[in-house]
C-alpha cells in the first residue's frame, strides 16, 4: 500500500464530470474513495449502454489496465465524487512482485466482467419489462440497499440502463405503477411487490 500510494493524486469530481474516457490510455487506475459514478459503453450516433454503477471503496480500471491499456468504459460521476488516481506503472510493478496481490486483482477483474456480461445478456435476451425489472432490483438490492431508495439519476440514464428509449421506460415503468407492483415519485421508488417484480425478471 506505501508503494502503490507514494504518487497518488486526490480529486474530486461534480455530478456529470467525466472522470474515465473511452479510449483514451490508461496512465493510471482509479480507486473511488465515495460517491456514485456510473460505467458506460459509448455507442455510435451517441447511443450508449450503463453498464453498471460503481459506489464508495471501488477500484476503477475501465477495463485495458493489465491488458492493452486502453479504456474501454467512460465513467461518470452521478453524486460529487472523490477518487484517488495512481499511477498504472507502480501497479503492473506491485503486480510482477506480488503473486498473492494479483490473484486477487484478478478474482476482482473476473467477478465486474461477469457481472456486465450477465448485464449484457440481459439486455439483449429479455423483452423491456424483463430488463425494467433488472434494473430495478438491482439499484435496490445492490446499489441503494433500501426501499424506498432516492435515486440521482435521470430518466435518459434509467433506460440506458435498461437498453431502450427514454419514452419506453417511461412507459414500462407506468405500466409496473398501475399494476400495484412499484410506487414512484420525483426522485423515489418504493417496490411495493418485489416477488412479482422478480418474476417479471426471470421471465424476461
Request: one cysteine or more; proline letters at 2%; charged letters at 20%.
Amino acid at each position: 500500500m506505501d508503494y502503490l500510494m507514494t504518487c497518488k493524486r486526490n480529486v474530486i469530481f461534480n455530478p456529470g464530470e467525466t472522470i474515465i474516457k473511452q479510449n483514451t490510455s490508461t496512465t493510471h487506475f482509479v480507486c473511488m474513495k465515495e460517491g456514485l459514478a456510473k460505467v458506460l459503453a459509448e455507442g455510435t450516433n451517441g447511443k450508449n449502454v450503463i453498464l453498471k454503477l460503481i459506489s464508495t471503496h471501488n477500484l476503477i480500471t475501465a477495463g485495458g489496465v493489465i491488458s492493452d491499456d486502453i479504456r474501454h468504459f467512460t465513467v461518470t460521476a452521478l453524486t460529487q465524487v472523490e477518487c484517488c488516481f495512481i499511477d498504472s506503472n507502480r501497479l503492473h510493478t506491485l503486480l510482477a512482485r506480488n503473486s498473492k496481490f494479483a490473484y486477487e486483482l484478478l478474482k476482482y477483474n473476473n467477478k465486474q466482467n461477469l457481472q456486465m456480461l450477465s448485464t449484457l445478456i440481459g439486455l439483449t435476451q429479455k423483452y423491456m419489462p424483463g430488463r425494467v425489472a433488472d434494473t430495478l432490483l438491482y439499484l435496490k438490492n445492490e446499489i441503494f440497499h433500501a426501499n424506498p431508495f432516492t435515486y440521482k439519476l435521470s430518466k435518459q440514464e434509467f433506460a440506458e440502463m435498461s437498453g431502450m428509449t427514454k419514452e419506453s421506460f417511461i412507459r414500462s415503468m407506468k405500466e409496473l405503477e398501475v399494476s400495484g407492483i412499484i410506487k414512484q415519485s420525483r426522485n423515489e421508488i418504493e417496490i411495493l411487490n418485489e416477488p412479482e417484480l422478480i418474476k417479471i425478471s426471470k421471465n424476461g
